[in-house]
Structure formats: structure tokens, C-alpha cells
């Protein structure tokens, strides 16, 4: 089920990450559309001031509109040049002409032009000409004053543009480019996000497995070593009745401590794994703080515990607020100098259990303390050597807590010690 559920969210994802970017990607395109068509309305406007401009021009007399018309008349009394010459000469000025004032209005597309007449008589035209099957936009104009009145013709001047959207979409480059240079940026990354995600995703699946089948490789002499310590219990007596004991309840804890590890990866995401009942809590508080001043006595620690306002009606694991209090105990254990001071107290206060372990070890950084809940995260301990774990231990009390409906905080101070607080919701009748 876990399984399916997993592959179900995968093509999810996936899914949602399609959609956005065929979503991001049709966004693009109107907005890209909406560019080519006023790119079209700023290019008509252009064309209509530089028309203006050349129907002014070419309404008063100048040299080049005597030069066009003496083209057109065929006088050429005033020039030493053949007809030729004169036609040639008047093409080449009047493209210029026409191209100046095209640039001046911010239009550099290509373009051709043709001056005839009513009757379809052309007179000056551009080398090159455009194939009627092209894609061309056309802007005839009507021209008066002195060309027209020389030449006693009705004069048109036509300027055509071929593949104008491709100029257009020249003129949208700074637009178009950047969109989709980003919009790849954007793929890249979420699929680099993916990627990563389900490498982690295997990395995590990986480390589960071998820390499951390292565990269960554990059981084994855990096992054997307890059925051989409680049958040495049998056996001795006096003050070494006692340390067996003690021994016999490390291995318990140590039991837990593997079956702990072995239940965290089922854990992991899910809330339907605890085996929810009612009981009084002090009892077991009572105990594990029972047992851990036996072990503080042998070690030459010192611990004190102080269980206030019971009963403790509570629903919730047994087994699992069990190892998750053994655990903070052995963890102010671990981080405390020789001989440690540890304190256990409990009390109620608005509903909620209040389960404080105290300890005067070398506390925690400000650093530290924003990441200690972090599964394999471990604090820094400097030149100390004597302490093992693997920053499993508060990453399961913070999850336990969690699936309780409670949290978990922390005081703490390099040099004066911790305080672990897990506030806990008690029943209510």
C-alpha cells in the first residue's frame, strides 16, 4: 500500500509539473501574440508619420525632385547625361531617400518601392522586386505638388515590406529570448528538484534497509546475553544480585534501543502505527526513574526525581513514551562529565503532563539547538571521544511526541547544562 502510494504521488507530481509548465508555456504565447500585434500597431504608426513626411518632401521642389522628374518628363536639357544615367541616378537617391526616413521613424526591415502611375506605368522601382505568392504589407501613397504637377501624371508610391513578422519578431527579441532562457532555467531546476528528491528518497529506503538488517543482526546475542544474565540472576546473591540487575536492565534498554531503530523507518510519515491506550503515567515514570538511580548508583552519578500531582491519565504508546524518556535520560548521561547530575521531575499544569530531565552537562549551542531534533544530526562535542550514537535518539523522542499531539523543547547552555521539557496532552474523563 505504502508502495502504491509512493508511485501515486510520483506521477502526481509529475503530472502538476507538465501542467504548469504546458501553463506557463501558453501564458507565454499570448503574451507573446499580444507583443506581435502591438509590435504591428507601433509599425503602422511609424509608417504613416515617415509617409508624411515623404509626401512633404516630395511635394516641394528639390534637387531630388527635379532629379525624379526630369527621370519621368525625359528633359534632360539641364543635365550633360543620358537618360540612362538620369533613371539610374534617381533609383539610387530615391531609395536612400526612402530608407532615411524609414530609419528615422525606427523601421530598418527590408523593404522595396515602386513610383507609377495611374495607368500602371512604373518609373523608378527597386532591383529587386517582390514575388506576388510572398507575404507582403503594402503602403501606397497618393503624391501632389511639384513631382506630380511636373510631371502632369498621378503619381503613386508604393513601399512593401516582405516577411514582416519575422521583423517583428527581431524587434521582440529582448522579450521572447529572456522567456524562454527562464522559462528553461525554471525545467531545469524542477527537474533537478526531482532528481534529487529521489535520489534522497532511494538514499533513505537504502539506509533503512541496512539499519533494519544490522538491528536484527543485533537481536540475536541481545537476546542470548539476557536469557544468560537472568539465569545468572538466579544463581548468585548478595550485592552481586544487584549488579546483574543493573545489567539485566541495560539490556532491556538495550533491546529497546535496537526495536526503536528498527520501528523508526515505520514511523517515518505515518500516525497509525502506535498502539493507543489508557493508563496512569506515573507508574511508568515512576519505574524508569527507579531504574536509572540504580545505574546512576553503581556509576557514582547522581539523580533525583520528583513526580508531582499524580495520577497521570494519559492515552498514548506505552512502549514508546517508554523509550522516548529512557532515551533523553541516557542522553543527559552521555553529555555530562563524571560524576553526572541528573534531574527528573513531572508535574500538570492546564491539561498537560510536563516531564522535565535536567542535567549540568556541556550543553548545547544556539547552533546546535535549531537542528538536534534532525535525524543523524549530532552535536558537536569537541575533543570529547567517549560519546557514540548515531543522532537517531532526539529525531524519535521529537517524532514519539509529535504523534502524541504534544511537543518537545530545550533550554540550553554551553558549560551549565540542558533541559529537556516533553509536554504531553493527559486525558480527560
Not at 511609424?46 to 516630395?58: G, I, S, V, Y
Not at 510536563?354 to 538536534?372: L, P, V
Not at 523543547?409 to 533541559?419: I, K, L, W
Request: proline content about 2%; aromatic content about 10%; charged content about 25%.
Amino acid at each position: 500500500m505504502g508502495v502504491y502510494c509512493s508511485m501515486v504521488r510520483k506521477y502526481l507530481y509529475i503530472s502538476l509539473f507538465i501542467v504548469s509548465i504546458i501553463g506557463l508555456s501558453v501564458v507565454q504565447y499570448q503574451y507573446f501574440r499580444i507583443g506581435l500585434n502591438l509590435a504591428g500597431l507601433q509599425f503602422d504608426e511609424n509608417m504613416r508619420e515617415a509617409m508624411t513626411e515623404m509626401k512633404e518632401e516630395l511635394s516641394a521642389r528639390n534637387e531630388l525632385t527635379y532629379l525624379v522628374a526630369t527621370s519621368i518628363t525625359g528633359e534632360e536639357e539641364n543635365f550633360k547625361l543620358s537618360m540612362d544615367s538620369i533613371r539610374d541616378a534617381s533609383e539610387y537617391f530615391f531609395n536612400d531617400f526612402v530608407k532615411s526616413k524609414l530609419v528615422e521613424h525606427g523601421i530598418k526591415a527590408d523593404f522595396t518601392y515602386e513610383l507609377y502611375s495611374r495607368d500602371s506605368l512604373v518609373y523608378l522601382g527597386s532591383s529587386e522586386q517582390l514575388d506576388e505568392s510572398d507575404e507582403v504589407l503594402s503602403y501606397p501613397m497618393t503624391l501632389k505638388g511639384y513631382l506630380a504637377d511636373t510631371s502632369n501624371k498621378n503619381l503613386i508610391l508604393e513601399i512593401r515590406f516582405k516577411n514582416v513578422n519575422r521583423y517583428f519578431l527581431s524587434q521582440l527579441n529582448g522579450l521572447t529570448i529572456p522567456s524562454l532562457f527562464f522559462i528553461l532555467i525554471i525545467i531545469s531546476i524542477l527537474i533537478w528538484v526531482f532528481r534529487a528528491f529521489y535520489l534522497q528518497k532511494n538514499l533513505i529506503s537504502t539506509t533503512n534497509e541496512f539499519i533494519n538488517n544490522l538491528t536484527h543482526e543485533l537481536k540475536t546475542p541481545v537476546f542470548s546475553m539476557g536469557v544468560a544474565s537472568k539465569i545468572l540472576e538466579e544463581k548468585i546473591d548478595g550485592d552481586a544480585k544487584e549488579v546483574v540487575g543493573v545489567m539485566r536492565s541495560q539490556l532491556d534498554k538495550m533491546k529497546n534501543q535496537i526495536d526503536k531503530v528498527l520501528e523508526l523507518a515505520i514511523i517515518e510519515g505515518k500516525k497509525d502505527v502506535l498502539e493507543m491506550e489508557r493508563f496512569d503515567l506515573y507508574p511508568l515514570l515512576n519505574r524508569i526513574g527507579s531504574n536509572f538511580s540504580s545505574l546512576a548508583n553503581l556509576e557514582g552519578g547522581s539523580f533525583e526525581m520528583e513526580l508531582s500531582d499524580a495520577p497521570y491519565d494519559f492515552k498514548g504508546d506505552k512502549y514508546h513514551v517508554d523509550n522516548a524518556v529512557n532515551s533523553l535520560l541516557e542522553n543527559a548521561r552521555k553529555y555530562s562529565d563524571e560524576p553526572y547530575k541528573i534531574r527528573m521531575t513531572a508535574f500538570k499544569e492546564k491539561g498537560m503532563l510536563h516531564i522535565q530531565i535536567r542535567d549540568e552537562g556541556i550543553g548545547i549551542a544556539k547552533e546546535g539547538q535549531k537542528k538536534i531534533f534532525d535525524k543523524y544530526f549530532r552535536v558537536p562535542n569537541g575533543d570529547r571521544h567517549d560519546v557514540k550514537g548515531y543522532g537517531l535518539g532526539l529525531h524519535y523522542v521529537k517524532r514519539i511526541v509529535n504523534l502524541h499531539k504534544g511537543k518537545i523543547d530545550v533550554v540550553s547552555e554551553e558549560g551549565v547544562g540542558s533541559t529537556f521539557t516533553m509536554i504531553l496532552p493527559l486525558s480527560r474523563q
